[in-house]
């Protein structure tokens, strides 16, 4: 099993719709959560930490559920230029070191 | 920019031959990290820096690869000996060390072929 576990997609969806991306990872003692995004060819950059009470930012909304250890980003009113990959990015060792990344989920989002 | 830079943004070599990467962290950061980064994968962690202490190596870092924060500032990753498996995209990252949080700051990453 994968630390940290993503459905690699893509995910295709119109313009306007809502979108979901779960994520799942392998230790319980976990502190840290990230989703990144990462657009083609370029370096990942921070979308939103995610919190235990879960977060929204704008369109963007996180939840943890440290129970299932399972970790989900929703996105609303898609946009053409949320298309990108997102990857879930977990500190797995719970002491603020190494980050541990899925291998992301792709998201086209077309007209 | 005060962002994370790295140097070269791209190295074609061939296999045999030594390569250097540097990269320049967010001024005041005292963490930074490498990661590599292959075609349809996550990052993958290689080590990391708390100032100029080496403080934790993957074992994906063969002794062929050494990383090294001198003055704990810059950093170089050097690859001796390259083989085609190094070809990868090499992300350095930075972030303040705060306990409560690791968020980290990427560069744009040095892209290595080897052929």
């Known amino acids: 099993r994968k630390e940290v576990e993503q459905d690699p997609g893509p995910f295709n969806v119109p313009e306007g719709a809502t979108v979901a991306f779960n994520c799942t990872y392998s230790?319980?003692?976990?502190?840290?959560f990230f989703w990144y995004r990462q657009d083609c060819r370029k370096e990942p950059k921070l979308l939103m930490s995610?919190?235990?009470s879960g977060n929204e930012d704008g369109r963007f909304t996180a939840q943890l559920n440290r129970a299932s250890q399972y970790i989900s980003l929703l996105i609303r009113d898609s946009k053409l230029s949320d298309s990108a990959t997102y990857l879930c990015?977990?500190?797995?060792?719970?002491?603020?070191?190494?980050?541990?990344f899925g291998t992301g989920t792709r998201l086209q989002v077309t007209l | 920019d005060t962002g994370v830079s790295q140097d070269p943004r791209h190295k074609i070599t061939k296999r045999g031959q030594n390569v250097t990467f540097r990269c320049d962290p967010i001024?005041?950061?005292?963490?930074l990290y490498w990661y590599r980064q292959t075609l349809g994968q996550g990052p993958e962690f290689l080590t990391y820096f708390q100032n100029e202490a080496q403080l934790e190596k993957s074992r994906l870092l063969s002794d062929r690869f050494s990383a090294e924060r001198p003055k704990g500032s810059f950093s170089t990753l050097e690859i001796q000996r390259t083989e085609q498996g190094d070809s990868a995209m090499y992300l350095c990252?930075?972030?303040?060390?705060?306990?409560?949080?690791?968020?980290?700051?990427f560069g744009p990453g040095t892209r290595l072929t080897v052929l």
């Open positions: 001024s005041e950061h005292n963490r």
């Open positions: 995610v919190y235990s």
């Open positions: 990015v977990v500190d797995l060792t719970g002491t603020a070191s190494k980050l541990t």
């Open positions: 230790n319980s003692a976990s502190q840290s």
């Open positions: 990252a930075s972030s303040p060390g705060l306990a409560e949080s690791n968020e980290q700051f």
